[in-house]
Every structure is written in C-alpha cells, then in structure tokens.
C-alpha cells in the first residue's frame, strides 16, 4: 500500500455531541436540572462464588465503603459502590486518578470490567424531576418507596438504565437522581428525556468535554 | 401482570421475559435414550392451572427466576431464583 493510514484518536465525553450547556423548554425557573456526569472511572465488579467477603473486605480497607447487598448505593466522599444486580455492583470515582491501580488491586478478588467509556451517565434534579422520570419509568419513585440511597435496574422507554437516589440538594431541599445507561444508548435517551422535560422548563449543565 | 422479583421487588411483567416450562430436567445424554431426550426437548404440559415457569429478569437485574403461577388467573403463588431453586432441588 502506497499510503499509511493516519488515525487520530480524540476522546470524547460521552455526551459530546449529544447535549449542550443552555435551557429549553418552557420558559422560566427550570423545573428540572440536568447536570452530564462525563469523565467518571466506572467498574463493574462481579465476585465469584462465595468470594463476596473477601471483595467486601478489600473494599473496606482500599475505600472504606461495604458492598451493598440489596438494591442501593453507598458513598464516601470520593467513591460509590452501587448494587447491579445478584453479586454484582458497580464502583464509580469522579475521575480516572488511581483508577486503574485500584482496579489493579481488586482484581485478584472479582472479575472487573472498566466500563468508564462504556457508560453515560446524568444528574437529574429539581421540583419536576420526579414528574418528567415518572413519565418513563415504571418505578415508584416517591419518598416513601425510593428513599435516599435507594438503587434499580429498570427500563425506561425500553432502554435498560441503572437509576439511584443520592443525598437531597442541600440548597433547595428537592430529590437528586443519577441515571445510568449504556453509552451506545446515550442519544436515544436523551431524545426521550428531552422531550419529557421540556414542558417543565430545563436547566442543562454540560461539562464541555470533548 | 406484576412478578415480584427476590432481588428487585414488585416490577411489571414487561421487564421479564418467558422461558418456559420449570419442570423438564435434561437427562445425561450420553446415558439416556433417544425417546427420553426427546421428551425432555419437545413435550410439555400444557396444564389450566398451577404451573412452574422459568422468567428472566431481562430488563433488570439479569436474574434467572421459578414462577409459580396458575395459568387461569395469572396470580402467582411463588417467586425463586432459579438459583435457590436448583440448590434447593439438589439438596
């Protein structure tokens, strides 16, 4: 072949493209407020027969979180370890320092797969939040059923999502989401919530990355 | 119809998808007969009423569950993972 192929490979969040920093929708105090959680470490985490233990160990000693094992999520102030499904949880860092070398160290215990660029995931709050999920999603999302800390595996418009409830915005008291799919289906969901936001008016922070 | 996942809780039946039938076992295929596997693969009972059915949590936490269901009423009696339930079958 007389040319070499040059690629350039540019990261890219996995919003980019997808969604921008602005408002839409009806005009005024936005009803929900969209935040794009780019750059995240995020590992799926799956122990071995009757290893759970011994993961739930290092865990405690690496980042000092225990392994939920019921549907929720745990935090310390930098790392979450999020239920997903049966023996299986995800740990999530708001960024890729030290990933790898955690992942590193946990490897001998659990079989670990880096989803960091394999995921796309959002923060969803204000006073409309629960009226614009409630139009997809099948869970009962109130107070009472999906208490701070509480995790699921649902699907929402037929795309599978993995949705938790974390600590209560401190200024304004409403309930904050984080909403979890698979990066391939990024654009479809944004295309469903979108549209179920906008007649609530929408506040959309982007982290212009990539 | 709503199945109560053991994992998940009450979710409707369009996160599950249907397997089938419970209740078949596959013989040992080097030991069993041609008539015996073909039982296993091809016949099943078709009942009005109690029935074990195998679901898969398809659209949630990816687990593989026993339903207990009467086929008339679609209320159902149990839900197991179908984990418990081979280990509770072998025990």
Not at chain 1, 91 to 107: K, S, Y
Not at chain 1, 123 to 146: E, I, N
Not at chain 2, 49 to 72: I, M
Request: net charge negative; charged share 20%.
């Amino acid at each position: 072949m007389a040319d070499a192929a040059t690629i350039a490979w540019t990261p890219r969040g996995s919003w980019a493209g997808i969604l921008a920093s602005g408002e839409f929708g009806t005009a005024g105090q936005p009803g929900v407020t969209i935040e794009a959680r780019d750059g995240l470490g995020i590992a799926s985490l799956i122990a071995g027969d009757g290893r759970d233990e011994a993961l739930a160990q290092a865990l405690q000693g690496h980042i000092g979180l225990g392994l939920p094992l019921t549907p929720c999520i745990v935090s310390s102030a930098r790392h979450s370890l999020v239920w997903a499904g049966p023996d299986q949880w995800h740990l999530i860092a708001p960024d890729r320092n030290g990933f790898d070398e955690l992942l590193r160290d946990l490897a001998p215990l659990a079989a670990i797969s880096d989803q960091s660029d394999g995921r796309a995931a959002l923060r969803l709050s204000g006073p409309k939040v629960r009226d614009t999920l409630a139009k997809g999603c099948m869970l009962d999302l109130h107070p009472s059923a999906f208490p701070v800390g509480t995790a699921a595996l649902t699907s929402i418009a037929y795309m599978g999502v993995h949705l938790w409830r974390i600590a209560d915005d401190p200024a304004s008291g409403d309930a904050v989401f984080e909403i979890m799919v698979a990066r391939s289906m990024a654009g479809s969901f944004w295309s469903w919530l979108s549209a179920s936001a906008a007649e609530f008016g929408c506040k959309v922070t982007a982290t212009g990355r990539g | 119809m709503r199945i109560t996942c053991p994992h998940c809780g009450a979710r409707d039946v369009q996160e599950f998808t249907y397997l089938g039938d419970a209740n078949p076992q596959r013989p040992e295929g080097m030991a069993t007969t041609e008539a015996a596997m073909h039982d296993y693969v091809y016949q099943r009972d078709n009942p009005a009423g109690r029935h074990r059915e195998l679901w898969y949590h398809s659209a949630g936490c990816h687990a593989w569950l026993v339903v207990t269901r009467d086929t008339r009423t679609h209320a159902i009696e149990t839900v197991e993972t179908a984990r418990a339930r081979a280990q509770g079958d072998a025990a």
